[in-house]
């Protein structure tokens, strides 16, 4: 499912089919060799992880993990040999305490900081993991304004103090807006971007300041975008809620994929198309990467076989509850869960389709300029395609074959990335690898 409001399109200009691809790819080893790990079974207790961390390098190699999302409010730092360096911050209510955090980024020079909605701030920490200063998110009296303004997806910007930041879907800003009227807080006193659109968030002052970088193609002109009719009463319902959330969703609709890069620069993609666009700071675009590759187009047998699979991951407990679960938030109150179950299957049932399956599936840059390009597996719903490896100015180096690599979930300097990854208990734990300097 994505995280925003699409319809079809064709696109011009591209030919070639995905099977035709595969036999231009060149092939690349993933043979990384490994640095350190830590989690698991038997990690001592700083290293123990309830669930999948968030994980950062600086650019001494340095690597930073929390559990976000109703996490333990703590960043542990992880030296280049794997031993710990310190512990920043806690739980708790004052300075340099964190109230449930949603996620965090690290600047070049290891100053950290991390959104924190239950002080309605930023929380900057300095390279000794020493608390800063807050950086207030509106007038900071209102604890709604946090929660519709923090967006889960932001990155530091290199040059700092600053975030690069996606817009929260509309969805959830419409949520937000209700909650906030139904506890009297006064209504945000401009528009930001929503999940289409990124932002820099300025972190020198004592509030933050958002200024818009770059609005991204929306395919749903917003005149046809479906009505949303929600009220206060609808909020005491769980079907109310999901439904909200699920407004306007499509399967297989794309999503703006994107990274920052090392000068600060922007790489980004958001259509069904193989086109990557590379923005300058100020987010104009300065060139497009393509390859010749087709979306493919959803059939019958893919809408079903995706509707059985997504039944039956509810079914399994892998839905909703168990998610609200893993991030913190216990059982639900009796009648809630099975309410969201039904809402949740109705959903499922009904639920449109996007015509086409994005070529693309995950986008992520290096430090050292080269991007790493996920797509789709040999189904649709495969959860790990091929990676191919291009550089920023379009020359392309080569591909993972599907399954052979997972896409790191964070690229550091001299060829350092971490793989977050679960054991047969499902217990956490980060390993930290080398590439190749083709691949960097």
Do not use: C
């Not at 350190?36 to 968030?54: N, T």
């Not at 929660?147 to 975030?163: C, I, K, T």
């Not at 972190?203 to 300041?209: A, C, D, K, Q």
């Amino acid at each position: 499912m994505g995280r925003v409001l699409m319809t079809a399109i064709a696109f011009a200009g591209v030919a070639g089919t995905g099977r035709g691809l595969e036999a231009q790819d060149v092939p690349l080893a993933a043979d990384f060799p490994e640095v350190y790990r830590v989690g698991g079974f038997d990690a001592p207790e700083w290293a123990e992880f309830a669930v999948p961390p968030g994980v950062s390098f600086d650019a001494s190699g340095r690597l930073y993990a929390m559990e976000t999302f109703m996490g333990s409010g703590s960043v542990v730092v992880i030296d280049t040999d794997g031993t710990l360096v310190r512990v920043v911050g806690r739980p708790g209510e004052g300075p340099g305490e964190i109230n449930r955090p949603t996620g965090f980024a690290v600047w070049p020079d290891g100053r950290l900081v991390i959104a924190d909605p239950g002080h309605g701030a930023y929380q900057i920490f300095d390279p000794d993991g020493e608390f800063e200063r807050f950086v207030r998110v509106g007038s900071g009296t209102d604890p709604l304004a946090a929660v519709g303004s923090m967006s889960g997806e932001f990155r530091s910007d290199p040059a700092g103090p600053a975030l690069i930041a996606q817009g929260t879907p509309a969805q959830v800003g419409a949520l937000t807006d209700l909650f906030g009227e139904l506890l009297g807080a006064e209504a945000p006193s401009e528009e930001g971007v929503d999940d289409r659109g990124l932002e820099r968030l300025d972190l020198r002052g004592e509030t933050v300041v958002g200024t818009p970088i770059l609005r991204a193609w929306r395919p749903t002109a917003a005149e046809d975008e479906p009505d949303a009719e929600l009220s206060l009463d609808d909020l005491t319902e769980a079907s109310g809620i999901v439904a909200m959330m699920m407004r306007g969703v499509k399967w297989f609709e794309p999503e703006l994929l994107w990274d920052v890069l090392s000068d600060g620069g922007i790489v980004y993609s958001d259509s069904t198309a193989y086109e990557i666009k590379v923005t300058d700071r100020a987010g104009r675009v300065t060139r497009t990467l393509r390859r010749d590759l087709n979306p493919e187009p959803v059939t019958r047998r893919i809408r079903e076989a995706v509707r059985e699979r997504r039944l039956r991951d509810m079914e399994e407990g892998r839905g909703f509850a168990a998610g609200f679960r893993a991030g913190g938030g216990g059982e639900m109150p009796a009648g809630f869960e099975a309410g969201v179950t039904e809402t949740m299957r109705a959903a499922i049932e009904d639920q449109e389709f996007f015509d086409v399956v994005p070529v693309l599936t995950a986008l992520r840059a290096t430090r050292d300029g080269a991007l790493w390009l996920e797509r789709r597996g040999e189904e649709p719903w495969a959860e790990f395609g091929p990676i191919d490896v291009m550089r920023v100015d379009g020359e392309y180096v080569g591909t993972f074959a599907a399954g052979a690599t997972k896409m790191p979930d964070a690229f550091g300097p001299d060829g350092l990335v971490a793989f977050v990854e679960l054991d047969e208990l499902d217990i956490p734990s980060i390993v930290v690898r080398r590439l190749p300097a083709e691949v960097r």
